[in-house]
């Protein structure tokens, strides 16, 4: 019995330990917000890009939809630019993905620091059961900043310029 008791002081040891040095790191709420916006206009230019890459494949017939076959794909200079459409349309909705879950992230980390566990307890619910961009839009609309909340914290992400 005093293995079993001995084994949980440790384990309690070391989440104190770590919690404490996860409390230590703080993104406030306005780089959250700004990482997020940024995130949805990523996303957006990459889907006006991916479309632009569709409307110049089949502007200048890289594209012909009908006739034997129900989709034929001819070379050509509009081929190589409609791919290359693609290529930067994806790249742009990739860093607007990557952008989103930073900031998914960095509200998980804001949240932990608030004594009510629920915004951090939704936040993570909601994202890991794919309603991700749904939490986020609450949290930016509504949510608390625990960067505020307590002491100054030993390391800060900050949102504005450096100087």
Not at 121 to 137: D, N, P
Request: negative net charge; glycine residues 12%.
């Amino acid at each position: 019995m005093s293995d079993v008791s001995n084994t949980s002081r440790e384990i309690g040891a070391y989440v104190d330990r770590h919690s404490m040095l996860f409390e230590k790191f703080r993104v406030p709420k306005k780089t959250v917000t700004r990482l997020f916006v940024g995130a949805i206009a990523a996303f957006g230019a990459g889907l006006v890009l991916g479309m632009a890459a569709l409307w110049a494949a089949l502007a200048t017939d890289a594209i012909d939809m009908g006739g034997r076959y129900v989709i034929d794909v001819n070379g050509g200079s509009g081929a190589w630019t409609a791919l290359a459409l693609v290529i930067l349309g994806s790249l742009v909705l990739l860093g607007g993905t990557v952008a989103a879950v930073v900031s998914w992230m960095g509200a998980l980390v804001n949240t932990w620091q608030l004594e009510d566990k629920l915004w951090f307890a939704s936040l993570l619910a909601l994202g890991l059961l794919g309603f991700g961009v749904v939490a986020m839009i609450a949290y930016v609309v509504a949510g608390p900043d625990g960067a505020n909340h307590g002491e100054t914290p030993a390391l800060a992400l900050s949102a504005g310029p450096l100087s």
